[in-house]
């Protein structure tokens, strides 16, 4: 099973910018679909964005679409998450998923996903 580990998140101010990374360990993910996700304090986990196994298609939730671009580098085996014009309501703690299906085609269900990293705090001062 693979490893996956969250890095990058920070404290930042509204209008700012952060890349995360999600390195992977215990065998490469290169076939699979990667996902990010964020869960905010007593809120669900909701969808941020997903990217196929090649890196060829892109998925996004609605309130990211445009600011967010998600990215891989299969050669290093890690996905990244980079978010422009953050706004306060981004504050959440978001997770890196690679998803259950090889054929994964962009579902936002969290049930969807496995190999849950452990997250990374994003934390977006007004």
């Known amino acids: 099973q693979v490893q996956l580990v969250e890095s990058g998140g920070g404290l930042v101010q509204a209008g700012g910018s952060l890349r995360l990374s999600c390195a992977a360990s215990g065998r490469t993910f290169s076939g699979d679909a990667v996902g990010w996700f964020r869960q905010a304090p007593g809120k669900e986990r909701d969808f941020v964005a997903a990217?196929?196994?090649?890196?060829?298609?892109?998925y996004y939730g609605d309130s990211v679409k445009g600011r967010f671009t998600i990215s891989r580098d299969n050669a290093k085996n890690t996905v990244y998450l980079q978010m422009n014009s953050l706004k306060p309501e981004d504050t959440a703690v978001y997770y890196c998923?690679?998803?259950?299906?090889?054929?994964?085609?962009?579902?936002?269900?969290?049930?969807?996903?496995?190999?849950w990293g452990q997250g990374t705090q994003v934390t977006v001062s007004s």
């Open positions: 990217i196929n196994w090649g890196g060829g298609r892109t």
């Open positions: 998923t690679a998803a259950r299906s090889r054929s994964y085609s962009g579902s936002h269900l969290p049930a969807d996903f496995g190999s």
